[in-house]
């Protein structure tokens, strides 16, 4: 019973969200006395103008599909994982243990030992929060978020102490050898005449990020482990009765979601900073949460939100920095967008669906599948 | 027909959910004063003409005239102003709010609670008096029984002022003296002079207690007839479009070796309470055990425990061979390796992932099977064929397994989750309720499967709170009571009567026994169980 057509659910809502959020915004910036066409116009041109542009914002949408895609692999089997900030923490200690105390000889290889390193600090991390779920029932979300805070203080301990180099003054760990340095885009596509991408962040690890897509769907619609996910999501109670068990795909769930959070240390830690300072994942592991309810929990919707938001992203840093639009704007906006593609979902699609029940073409005198008596 | 004014009439009333015509061209006239049965199979488009009536769908086409009058009925609010009141299948009450409570909420005048509280207090009082619906006011949802909660659903619609009270499946979750009394209310309710729909399947209750019957098959209505001048067989043949039968044919039964033996079966729940208190049974090779007994005295436990998903002391032998009852292998995927195939209760909450595709749902418990399996992948276009294959044979409307599980009716999901079962062929099938909220068609086909399993020389435990069914279709009967097993009979050697007493507990069934006598051993049963929680 098909009430609205596929591509209205998919692109027309989140399309029309955009517009609302975009007009309150705009309305916003009129009231603080700025024009918002120009703001527009700036953001668009400092987020997508040139090569440079886009190096950045799709630096930040790198990050946002790994936490992402962590919070959505969760939602799969109902679980909700604030903690992907503190996971990407870990991550980001496992890729400079990595990166500092073994000696790759390329960066291909230390790619995969970073992101393998990331990952299972990260799955680590979210092992915890799992396990008391599945065995004691302590609730996960209160969980998943006190261990980010346990993972800020960690991590301060640790990069004022054990891993600061000696005789440095700053919260950080020594620089990564050259072997680890992944290439940028502007190493990748520039060619003698033209530099592309030039001193802006994105890396390599992007395409990792592509490639986790793929990974994450093949695993919730392809394998048998995402069909147990999927199952146990839906009903618990119909999970135990197929033999599907809750603390298995509890603890697997979240050891693949922790680690797709830590994940994303390959590319702010290894690809942009190329050491690990203090608060180096800066809220994506949070905006990974908005990522994935707007993207629907699909991995490609992942994506598109994340690029989405890496835009808003880079865009309100332009933003702040031509204008006195002052920088918190931009955490406003970014809430709007939030609201009315998350929370405000409802609002737009309950006329819409109202709308294409009336537009549908009347109904065909008779069944075409009548079995035969 | 009189020259009366109908209650209700509907005129060329058709709805269609996009390819499905669920309504077409309905016309029917339904008479203040009497209780008039709506009755067809599930999918039949009985709800749905009610939820047109009721607001919650609007017709594609079509009038309604309530009492003479034409209206427009574009939200439940409508309904209710114009007197139609409904009980729906599943209760919409508030399980921690009191009787009273439940009655007023919604209906509130006023933003004080407690004038509105007393004046819904004294008009209880005389609804009670007026229509023999007595009731605690101050009782909490959550502790009075099923058919209690649906006199309160009632009570709300007549607080309401409904003059037409429609009531869509109500007998799905009562016991047969629960049932009893609510049609003793509905008769009172109808010698008042309100009208009443009732929606139902089951033909019993037509006969039993409407005056006037209305039969749906496939969206239309294919006759409206007085119940005096009908019979049972006319009305299921109506219905299903052919002859059916009504009684479940089967040849004796010829038991051959022992396939399932439980012995001093014990489960304490998580809250304390002894759930069984060891249960002992035997099953043989081509034979039907039917479980009769109220729900709640352990029956859902025992397959729970036998199914693999709840842990138990005791001894299970399957085969001969020793069953793990509380170790790493006690869980359901090791007994489905085992053989033993389980048609839960539940199919919404267990049987079925009711969003997940029928092709999904079909392979679901058997989903780690090397057939349904290409490495880590899982090889979809397999499952989707098998999923064909099976819904074919079941004859699984509409046979399309790219559609999600909700969006079939209640009798084709059950034809689902059985085909799934039992075309593993088992040497047990555990089968509870096998036909729930499920139509004539459906019920003959899932017994007549049922009958077919055992004929192949395999084991059946049947669990079932309909009697009839219990009756037609075990070659043993147990009952259970409070965690014990009453005793055992063979169905042509006992009769309801006899089977009623072991269900309230009572062992001595040569003796007669009063109806206050069997209360009070149920009210016993209450206490005590109350008392260990």
């Known amino acids: 019973m098909q009430r609205m057509p596929q591509w209205a659910d998919v692109v027309l809502i989140p399309l029309i969200s955009l517009l609302l959020a975009a007009l309150l915004s705009a309305l916003v910036i009129l009231a603080i006395g700025e024009n918002p066409w120009a703001a527009l116009k700036l953001m668009v041109d400092g987020s997508m103008g040139s090569t440079y542009a886009w190096g950045y914002t799709l630096y930040y949408a790198t990050n946002f599909i790994f936490t992402g895609l962590a919070v959505a692999i969760a939602i799969h089997a109902r679980l909700f994982n604030i903690g992907g900030e503190g996971q990407a923490m870990l991550g980001g200690l496992g890729v400079a243990l990595v990166a500092l105390y073994i000696p790759w000889p390329h960066w291909t290889l230390a790619i995969l030992g970073g992101a393998v390193g990331a990952a299972l600090f990260g799955a680590a991390w979210a092992f915890i929060p799992a396990w008391l779920q599945a065995k004691r029932g302590s609730h996960i979300v209160i969980t998943t978020i006190m261990f980010n805070f346990i993972a800020a203080a960690l991590l301060n301990y640790l990069l004022i102490g054990a891993l600061k180099p000696s005789g440095s003054m700053e919260p950080a760990t020594g620089r990564f050898p050259e072997a680890t340095h992944l290439p940028t885009f502007q190493d990748m596509f520039s060619t003698a005449e033209t530099a592309l991408f030039r001193g802006a962040p994105v890396n390599v690890s992007f395409f990792v990020a592509l490639l986790a897509c793929v990974a994450v769907w093949a695993l919730i619609w392809r394998t048998r482990l995402g069909y147990e996910i999927r199952a146990f999501g839906q009903s618990e109670s119909a999970a135990k009765y197929a033999g599907i068990s809750p603390t298995r795909i509890i603890v697997v769930t979240m050891l693949m979601s922790g680690g797709l959070a830590g994940m994303m240390a390959i590319n702010n830690v290894m690809g942009e900073a190329e050491r690990l300072v203090l608060n180096a994942v800066e809220g994506a592991g949070f905006i990974g949460i908005a990522v994935a309810l707007m993207g629907r929990s699909h991995p490609f919707g992942v994506l598109l939100a994340a690029l989405l938001f890496g835009f808003l992203y880079q865009g309100g840093a332009e933003l702040a920095l031509w204008t006195s639009i002052p920088r918190e704007l931009i955490v406003v906006i970014q809430a709007l967008v939030i609201l009315f593609t998350g929370a405000l979902d409802n609002m737009v699609r309950m006329p819409l669906e109202a709308m294409f029940l009336r537009l549908r073409p009347a109904p065909k005198p008779a069944r075409k599948t009548e079995p035969a008596e | ?533």
């Open chain 2, 1 to 533: 027909m009189t020259d009366q004014t109908p209650a209700i009439e509907l005129k060329g009333i058709s709805k269609a959910f996009g390819p499905v015509q669920a309504n077409k061209d309905i016309s029917i006239r339904v008479m203040p004063g009497t209780i008039h049965g709506i009755i067809g199979e599930n999918g039949a488009g009985k709800s749905t003409l009610m939820s047109i009536l009721y607001g919650f769908y609007k017709a594609d086409a079509g009038e309604i005239f309530i009492n003479g009058k034409h209206t427009e009925i574009p939200d439940s609010q409508a309904a209710i102003r114009a007197g139609i009141g409904m009980v729906f299948q599943h209760f919409k009450l508030v399980q921690n709010f009191s009787v009273l409570e439940n009655v007023v909420l919604g209906a509130e005048d006023g933003a004080l609670l407690r004038p509105s509280l007393a004046k819904a207090r004294r008009e209880l009082k005389a609804l009670a008096a007026e229509y023999e619906l007595n009731i605690d006011p101050d009782a909490k949802i959550e502790d009075i029984g099923v058919g209690m909660q649906q006199r309160v659903e009632i009570l709300k619609a007549l607080y309401r002022q409904a003059d037409i009270l429609i009531l869509d499946e109500p007998t799905g979750v009562l016991t047969p003296a629960e049932a009893d009394h609510l049609f003793r209310i509905l008769k009172g309710l109808r010698d008042q002079g309100k009208t009443i729909i009732l929606i139902t399947h089951k033909l019993r209750e037509i006969m039993e207690i409407t005056d006037t019957v209305s039969v749906m098959r496939r969206g239309e209505m294919t006759a409206t007839v007085k119940t005096a001048e009908t019979s049972p067989p006319e009305l299921a043949e109506l219905m299903v479009g052919r002859k059916v039968l009504l009684q479940v044919e089967k040849a004796p039964a010829t038991p051959g070796k022992t396939i399932l033996e439980v012995e001093n079966l014990r489960v304490i729940d998580s809250k304390g309470v002894e759930r069984l208190r060891g249960i002992g049974l035997e099953i043989r090779a081509g034979e039907i055990l039917g479980l009769a007994g109220v729900a709640g005295n352990g029956q859902s436990e025992l397959l729970e425990v036998l199914g693999g998903y709840r842990k138990a002391e005791g001894r299970i032998r399957l085969n001969g061979e020793e069953i793990d009852l509380t170790g790493r292998k006690s869980d359901a995927r090791t007994r489905r390796a085992r053989g033993i195939a389980h048609v839960p209760e539940d199919r919404h909450h267990e049987g079925l992932i009711l969003d997940f595709a029928a092709w999904e749902n079909v392979a679901f418990g058997y989903h780690d099977k090397p057939e349904f399996n290409k490495g880590i992948f899982m090889d979809n276009a397999a499952i989707k064929a098998d999923a064909a294959a099976k819904m074919e044979r079941f004859d699984v409307r509409p046979p399309n397994p790219n559609l999600a599980a909700k969006n079939f009716s209640g009798g084709n999901q059950q034809k689902i989750v059985v085909a799934r079962e039992i075309e593993r062929n088992p040497d047990l099938l555990l089968i509870g309720q096998p036909t729930r909220g499920v139509d004539i068609g459906a019920i003959e086909f899932i017994h007549q499967q049922i009958v077919a399993l055992r004929d192949m020389g395999k084991a059946v435990l049947l669990v079932s709170v309909e009697l009839d069914e219990i009756m037609s279709l075990s070659d043993r009967i147990a009952v259970m009571f409070d965690g014990q097993i009453m005793g055992e009979r063979v169905p042509s050697e006992t009769d309801e009567r006899e089977l009623g007493l072991l269900m309230a507990g009572i062992t001595d069934t040569d003796k007669p026994h009063s109806e206050a006598e069997i209360e009070a051993n149920l009210a016993r049963k209450r206490a005590s169980a109350a008392k260990e929680a």
